[in-house]
């Protein structure tokens, strides 16, 4: 019997969460305590591909970039999301082999720089919505965004981020390879924060392009390049809630494709953060796809066994 393959979107948040100071060593052990509840898939024998958000990562890289920009040529987005999937998959692949040596599995683990075709025109390019970077007071941004020309908006009340471009994927590139890998059971870390934006130019060429690409998306669309049976949106909140954040708000545990549809129209989830998770999920289960859940790090085992998580099908 052929094994099982499933996507895994791992939410930035992962390796650095609200409130936390992002350094090195407390991603290292978050990325130790992350990988030690995906091991639940290796027990299982599951053929893997990983992708991981980047919005805090990426925000620290451009905003190092902004503050010694008199000194150093900053560097673009482009890039810094090029750097951030080689940090990240470092960490990540790092400690999952590890996990895999303490199991004595032998599976390897590879992380791929990823480049992902987007249309330089998509509407999303001048309309930022996508957050990255620390959360700040109102009055902490205003001075960031007056003297370093952010676009800003209010996640949630009081906490302030920064946004920049997100447009949707169209074609993620080096997907045959990143198929064949997975098949033959080797754990793929692939088109971290998304994957790098380019577009193909007037010239047939592949040019790169300021952008963050939502990674639940390109999560959806791997997972249907890789035939995955199941796609896992691993983020910092253990359900998807009807009504959120009024007071008859109750978590939804089981859902199908079409009910769920219903919800999305009716524009009830959060923009810019549960909203293209929900776009995800569908598109992922439209094509071929069986299973969805969505749940948090500490949940995934309570989730395998359908006790936590929000479990959606057709």
Same mark, same amino acid.
């Given at each position: 019997?052929?094994?099982?393959?499933?996507?895994?979107?791992?939410?930035?948040?992962?390796?650095?969460?609200?409130?936390?100071?992002?350094?090195?060593?407390?991603?290292?052990?978050?990325?130790?305590?992350?990988?030690?509840?995906?091991?639940?898939?290796?027990?299982?024998?599951?053929?893997?591909?990983?992708?991981?958000?980047?919005?805090?990562?990426?925000?620290?890289?451009?905003?190092?970039?902004?503050?010694?920009?008199?000194?150093?040529?900053?560097?673009?987005?482009?890039?810094?999301?090029?750097?951030?999937?080689?940090?990240?998959?470092?960490?990540?692949?790092?400690?999952?082999?590890?996990?895999?040596?303490?199991?004595?599995?032998?599976?390897?683990?590879?992380?791929?720089?990823?480049?992902?075709?987007?249309?330089?025109?998509?509407?999303?390019?001048?309309?930022?919505?996508?957050?990255?970077?620390?959360?700040?007071?109102?009055?902490?941004?205003?001075k960031f965004a007056a003297k370093l020309g952010w676009s800003i908006k209010e996640q949630e009340p009081g906490s302030w981020r920064r946004v920049v471009p997100s447009p949707m994927p169209e074609f993620i590139m080096?997907?045959?390879?990143?198929?064949?890998?997975?098949?033959?059971?080797?754990?793929?870390?692939?088109?971290?924060?998304?994957?790098?934006?380019?577009?193909?130019?007037?010239?047939? %060429?592949?040019?790169?392009?300021?952008?963050?690409?939502? /990674?639940?998306?390109?999560?959806? #669309?791997? =997972?249907? $390049? +890789? !035939?995955?049976?199941?796609?896992?949106?691993?983020?910092?909140?253990?359900?998807?809630?009807?009504?959120?954040?009024?007071?008859?708000?109750?978590?939804?545990?089981?859902?199908?494709?079409?009910?769920?549809?219903?919800?999305?129209?009716?524009?009830?989830?959060?923009?810019?953060?549960?909203?293209?998770?929900?776009?995800?999920?569908?598109?992922?289960?439209?094509?071929?796809?069986? %299973?969805?859940?969505?749940?948090?790090?500490?949940?995934? /085992?309570?989730?395998?066994?359908? #006790?936590? =998580?929000? $479990? +959606? !099908?057709?």
């Amino acid at each position: 019997m052929q094994n099982k393959t499933i996507m895994i979107a791992l939410g930035g948040n992962s390796l650095s969460p609200k409130g936390s100071a992002g350094s090195v060593t407390e991603q290292f052990s978050l990325a130790r305590k992350t990988m030690n509840n995906l091991s639940e898939f290796i027990d299982l024998n599951y053929n893997i591909c990983i992708t991981h958000g980047n919005g805090p990562q990426v925000g620290d890289e451009l905003l190092r970039m902004d503050l010694t920009s008199d000194t150093i040529p900053p560097l673009p987005l482009g890039i810094c999301v090029a750097n951030t999937q080689g940090q990240i998959g470092y960490m990540v692949q790092q400690t999952l082999q590890n996990e895999l040596r303490e199991k004595s599995v032998d599976r390897e683990v590879v992380t791929l720089v990823t480049q992902v075709i987007v249309d330089k025109d998509d509407q999303s390019i001048n309309n930022p919505t996508k957050f990255i970077g620390p959360r700040y007071t109102k009055t902490e941004i205003d001075k960031f965004a007056a003297k370093l020309g952010w676009s800003i908006k209010e996640q949630e009340p009081g906490s302030w981020r920064r946004v920049v471009p997100s447009p949707m994927p169209e074609f993620i590139m080096h997907g045959k390879s990143i198929k064949a890998l997975v098949d033959r059971g080797t754990i793929v870390i692939a088109f971290g924060g998304g994957g790098i934006p380019v577009f193909n130019n007037k010239d047939n %060429k592949i040019e790169g392009l300021d952008a963050v690409i939502d /990674k639940d998306f390109s999560a959806a #669309k791997m =997972g249907r $390049i +890789i !035939r995955a049976q199941e796609l896992w949106i691993i983020s910092d909140i253990d359900y998807l809630y009807r009504n959120f954040g009024e007071e008859d708000a109750s978590p939804i545990k089981q859902i199908n494709s079409k009910e769920l549809n219903a919800l999305y129209e009716k524009n009830t989830f959060q923009e810019g953060t549960i909203k293209p998770k929900i776009k995800a999920a569908l598109h992922f289960l439209k094509h071929h796809g069986e %299973k969805v859940v969505i749940t948090s790090i500490d949940n995934i /085992k309570k989730a395998l066994n359908q #006790k936590s =998580g929000t $479990i +959606i !099908r057709n």
